[in-house]
């Protein structure tokens, strides 16, 4: 048996609703034999935060063992849940209120808006207990998704897996079918996150119609594109990769194992982001990226390039909100900074207001409240700090390192910002911090001219998926507001260069963004032989 729940704050988005929109999908739901006292629409202008909880509470208090809840919101998210009318609606408190009212054993949630990838970090242990959850998302964490192509690609690939059977499609097939038109269709990278122990083999994650059960097995069922034929021609690699290059490689689904562990862990199938690390012609051995956590990677051996896709069509940007580079640059300007070193979930032991040690855990900086915190910092914690939260009151704070016992982090000598009273003097120490936060995140500040031996540039810019002129700009004279925009951009890690484009516009971006305008491919690639000839004579010539 099974309930659903689909909350369609989709007003801007009036065209197809009702053939293969949330309208389209509750009805689909209808039609395979859901009961309709097991089934809520929430829609437009009742897509308040309040609302949704009380509807959504009072069909799990009527659910019954052994069900499955399906789940479904298409709309806007925020990095913190979804963005319901004047709220948002945490995804901690949808996921909190699922696994303590929810009666059945699993939930599919199909989350169709941005940074809907943010809603699995909640579905992993200690956040939830006994259910097996499945999580479809249009979009990974702290990522946009694309306003071009099809508007309801997550819920026109499940209304035609209904169609073609519900009950006879494993939900492997459902994911890799959305992941391979998200990206096709969407230009988007689509990911999934499914519970230790879930069987993706399963056919019975989605019901199946009433007359459909007495159908024989020549019932249609989803036909996924075959990659040599049907990625676009603009998605795919250059012959001109080579090692360090990023790619997104079609994972088939099944068992991996982490690079630096013997642990394994399965993983669904779709595209994943990965880097080029043995380059052998027409096979290429890549480190592949983990959606739900990106310190983790596998290794994949002899994959073709014909298989791959180029990190320009479906690359983006994380969603970095304009009030994190300002507090950066306040934060400089008392000569403060983040260090990016310490990971996310690192547990630490450090010193609190009150002198005592206590436990606490980093947070990841896209999930910080940077303008609540930054105000109560103490003016003589010069140097390092890291968004921490407190075990004991679960309090936040930007936590100056040198109050960290444990794990040893080691602390460098700034003055005092009130010691300083000439104007360049600050200024310098201003840029000196802004340089120190930039390369604790594993980047190396360089001039694009100097690397390629040449002013004539051209630089991909991902918010409009294009490639326009540029002209390098000097590394020393860039602004601390353009040096805090480093951390929007996939890449995390290598060589950054400050550019203008052609339109006048200043930016920080990675180097494999900047190709020279007269040694390019199609997509704009120089040749691998140029570009790792002008890389080492740089590294030569700066030592």
Request: with cysteine; aromatic share 10%.
């Amino acid at each position: 048996s099974y309930y659903v729940f689909v909350v369609g704050h989709c007003e801007e988005w009036p065209e197809g609703r009702e053939e293969q929109g949330d309208i389209g999908l509750y009805n689909e739901f209808l039609a395979s034999g859901v009961p309709q006292n097991q089934t809520m629409l929430v829609r437009d202008q009742a897509c308040t935060q309040a609302n949704c909880e009380r509807q959504l509470l009072n069909l799990l208090q009527h659910t019954r063992r052994g069900t499955t809840l399906v789940f479904s919101y298409g709309g806007h998210g925020k990095a913190a849940g979804f963005k319901t009318i004047q709220e948002t609606w945490r995804f901690r408190s949808v996921v909190e209120m699922i696994d303590v009212h929810f009666a059945g054993e699993r939930v599919l949630f199909l989350v169709d808006c941005c940074a809907s990838g943010n809603l699995a970090t909640w579905l992993a242990p200690p956040h939830v207990r006994q259910k097996k959850y499945a999580c479809l998302t249009t979009s990974l964490q702290y990522m946009a998704t694309s306003d071009v192509g099809e508007e309801w690609v997550t819920n026109l690939a499940t209304i035609k897996s209904l169609q073609c059977g519900g009950g006879r499609v494993p939900l492997s097939t459902l994911i890799e079918y959305i992941a391979d038109r998200t990206v096709i269709a969407m230009q988007d990278q689509y990911t999934a996150y499914v519970s230790e122990g879930v069987d993706c083999d399963a056919c019975d994650w989605l019901p199946r119609r009433q007359e459909q059960q007495r159908v024989d097995t020549t019932t249609p069922t989803l036909v996924l594109p075959k990659l040599e034929l049907d990625i676009p021609r603009r998605a795919r690699v250059s012959s001109q990769i080579t090692v360090g290059d990023y790619v997104f490689y079609k994972h088939p689904g099944g068992c991996v194992e982490w690079v630096g562990s013997n642990n394994n862990r399965y993983m669904t199938p779709g595209w994943y982001f990965a880097s080029i690390e043995v380059d052998r012609d027409e096979l290429v051995d890549l480190k592949v990226q983990c959606t739900f956590d990106f310190r983790l990677h596998w290794m994949v051996e002899g994959v073709p390039r014909k298989q791959l896709i180029n990190m320009f069509y479906l690359d983006q940007t994380w969603m970095m909100p304009r009030k994190f580079a300002r507090t950066q640059v306040s934060l400089a300007k008392q000569f403060k900074y983040l260090d990016y070193s310490l990971a996310a979930n690192t547990t630490l032991r450090a010193v609190d207001a009150d002198g005592q040690t206590r436990q606490a855990l980093v947070v990841d900086w896209r999930d910080f409240h940077w303008l609540e915190c930054i105000h109560n910092l103490e003016s003589e914690d010069v140097g390092a700090h890291v968004p921490i939260r407190w075990a004991h009151n679960q309090a936040l704070e930007l936590l100056a390192t040198r109050k960290i016992r444990r794990p040893i982090v080691a602390s460098e000598p700034f003055p005092q910002f009130n010691s300083i009273d000439n104007r360049n003097e600050r200024a310098k120490w201003t840029r000196t911090v802004m340089l120190r936060s930039f390369n604790s995140s594993g980047k190396i500040l360089c001039n694009a001219q100097s690397v390629l031996n040449t002013d004539d540039l051209r630089a991909f810019w991902p918010d409009e998926g294009r490639w326009y002129r540029a002209s390098p700009l000097n590394p020393d004279t860039i602004s601390p507001e353009i040096l805090a925009t480093h951390s929007q951009f996939r890449p995390e890690g290598g060589m950054y260069c400050p550019v203008l484009y052609e339109d006048g516009e200043e930016a920080l971006v990675p180097l494999v963004y900047i190709r020279k305008r007269n040694a390019e491919d199609s997509q704009g690639s120089t040749t691998r032989s140029n570009r790792a000839q002008s890389i080492l004579s740089y590294f030569l010539q700066t030592r």
